[in-house]
């Protein structure tokens, strides 16, 4: 799943929330959470789990 950085970027910041406050949230790494914001792809389960997290439906996040 390719995560696209700017609407990542964006929405964390929307929400006040640092990657490691999301990290704990959505139960994965903060180092996982920093590749996806440098434009690394992720597994779907990731993507799903970033997604509700961040109470947001996953293609939201998603590239166009």
Do not use: P
Request: positive net charge; contains cysteine; hydrophobic residues 40%.
């Amino acid at each position: 799943m390719r995560i696209n950085r700017v609407k990542f970027v964006s929405e964390i910041t929307r929400q006040d929330i640092t990657l490691v406050e999301l990290a704990k949230k959505a139960d994965v790494s903060r180092v996982t959470l920093s590749s996806i914001k440098c434009g690394k792809s992720c597994s779907d389960a990731i993507g799903y789990k970033i997604a509700k997290a961040l109470n947001i439906n996953v293609k939201d996040l998603l590239e166009d």
